[in-house]
T-cell receptor, first 115, second 116 residues
Framework: AQSVTQLGSHVSVSEGALVLLRCNYS??????LFWYVQYPNQGLQLLLK????ATLVKGINGFEAEFKKSETSFHLTKPSAHMSDAAEYFC?????????????WGLGTSLAVNP | SQTIHQWPATLVQPVGSPLSLECTVE??????LYWYRQAAGRGLQLLFY??????ISSEVPQNLSASRPQDRQFILSSKKLLLSDSGFYLC???????????????FGAGSRLTVL
């Protein structure tokens, strides 16, 4: 069975500081991996995804994530936080086969950015 | 381009009243459709998903139900709401065929339900 663990339900950084949101997964088959962002009272928006190929994936808003198979991790980073990055971030995994690709979700990490 | 519409955006209902949340997708065909619920501090809970008209899979036992009367329409219902049904409900779609992009979920804006 697949599972996703996001370490730290709340992360606080200063504006301009590095953002690091951690995600570890377990999967018995090669996974697809995703990061989504949710702003208050809105739906989720895809930040980036890893399917195959290059393990360093670049997404929107300056975020990137690196798939590390040996560590079963897919941590999300951004070199310099902006106030507008304050939101809830969700990591998710799905199998890379089958018609119905249900996503398995982490519980989310709330990112606060301090001025 | 594809768009997803979800309504109503907010809803306040008394305990025991019925519920109907609607979701439609435009610009695609044969999508997989999903209903999620998001309760405070509990992440995303998959309630129902559908791979085709009339095909509904339930993930958790509850007093909610879902229907898919048309290819791009997904409805979440309840005959009698409970206090515990309060939450933020999200509809989402995914390409139903095994091709590039077939694994990306696109979400609606959500429906905030408060049961009093």
């Amino acid at each position: 069975a697949q599972s996703v663990t996001q370490l730290g339900s709340h992360v606080s950084v200063s504006e301009g500081a590095l953002v690091l949101l951690r995600c570890n997964y377990s999967s018995s088959v090669p996974p697809y991996l995703f990061w989504y962002v949710q702003y208050p009272n809105q739906g989720l928006q895809l930040l980036l995804k890893y399917t195959t190929g290059a393990t360093l994936v670049k997404g929107i808003n300056g975020f990137e994530a690196e798939f590390k198979k040996s560590e079963t991790s897919f941590h999300l980073t951004k070199p310099s936080a902006h106030m507008s990055d304050a939101a809830e971030y969700f990591c998710a995994v799905s199998p890379n086969a089958g018609n119905n690709r249900k996503l398995i979700w982490g519980l989310g990490t709330s990112l606060a950015v301090n001025p | 381009s594809q768009t997803i519409h979800q309504w109503p955006a907010t809803l306040v209902q008394p305990v025991g009243s019925p519920l109907s949340l609607e979701c439609t997708v435009e610009g695609t065909s044969n999508p997989n459709l999903y209903w999620y619920r998001q309760a405070a501090g509990r992440g995303l809970q998959l309630l129902f998903y559908s791979v085709g008209i009339g095909q509904i899979s339930s993930e958790v036992p509850q007093n909610l139900s879902a229907s898919r009367p048309q290819d791009r329409q997904f409805i979440l219902s309840s005959k009698k709401l409970l206090l515990s049904d309060s939450g933020f409900y999200l509809c989402a779609w995914m390409r139903g065929r095994a091709r590039a992009g077939a694994n990306v979920l696109t979400f609606g804006a959500g429906s905030r339900l408060t049961v009093l």
